[in-house]
């Protein structure tokens, strides 16, 4: 089974601080992705790799930065956490290989900032 | 611009009910679109995908081009059945847009 994991389930911090949010996955995919779970309005994608040391923007990206050193890992970061970055947080990894396959996403991370 | 809108935020039916989530997409390219179910307390997981043509869990979902819809569909409900489903357009390079989802609530 492919697997996704944040490093943190849930997490409180302070307007101002910085704020990382770690991704791992185990199965070698070369795309990872970052979205914003929020009521009402879907997943919105923050930020996505397709390779190491390679970023996109995704639709929502300011106010954050990524952070893709290993194949494996993928860090979000909040430069400067603001109370309308609480939300939660998901991160996904995509095969490349064929046509779009399946998105395997990790358990999320739930974020308030206060 | 590619879009993805589920316009129904919850639905509601009883157990045995007929149920149908609807899904307009709209894309310039040819789509590839999925349905993905987060139960309670569980990850994201991908439910069908339009390629495979395939029945899960009992759901299907026919992608009308002429309508630009990918509405999922499941004869008789079950109370397991409840969970929040979105539903997903690949714009290619293995991006994914969502929509908004729809909250299934399946009653006794």
């Known amino acids: 089974d492919v697997k996704v994991t944040q490093s943190s389930r849930y997490l409180v911090k302070r307007t101002g601080e910085k704020v990382f949010l770690e991704c791992v996955q185990d199965?070698?995919?070369?795309?990872m992705f970052w979205y914003r779970q929020d009521p009402g309005l879907g997943l919105r994608l923050i930020y996505f790799?397709?390779?190491?040391?390679?970023?996109e923007k995704g639709d929502i990206p300011e106010g954050y930065s990524v952070s893709r050193e290993k194949k494996e890992r993928f860090s979000l970061i909040l430069e400067s956490a603001s109370t309308n970055q609480t939300s939660m947080y998901l991160c996904?990894?995509?095969?490349?290989?064929?046509?779009?396959?399946?998105?395997?996403f990790g358990q999320g991370t739930r974020l308030t900032v206060v | 611009a590619q879009r993805v809108t589920q316009p129904e935020k919850l639905l509601s039916v009883f157990k045995g009910a007929p149920v149908e989530l609807k899904c307009n997409y709209s894309?310039?390219?040819?789509?590839?679109l999925f349905w993905y179910v987060q139960y309670s307390r569980q990850r994201l997981q991908l439910l069908l995908r339009?390629?495979s043509r395939e029945s899960i869990k009992g759901f299907t979902a026919d992608l009308n081009k002429g309508e630009t819809s990918f509405h999922l569909k499941k004869p008789f409900a079950q109370e397991e059945d409840s969970a929040m489903y979105y539903c997903?357009?690949?714009?290619?390079?293995?991006?994914?847009?969502f929509g908004t989802g729809t909250r299934l609530l399946v009653s006794p």
């Open positions: 996904a990894s995509i095969p490349t290989y064929g046509a779009v396959t399946e998105a395997f």
């Open positions: 199965m070698d995919h070369e795309n």
């Open positions: 790799s397709y390779d190491v040391k390679m970023k």
């Open positions: 894309y310039s390219g040819s789509p590839e």
């Open positions: 339009h390629i």
């Open positions: 997903a357009l690949s714009t290619g390079f293995q991006k994914l847009v």
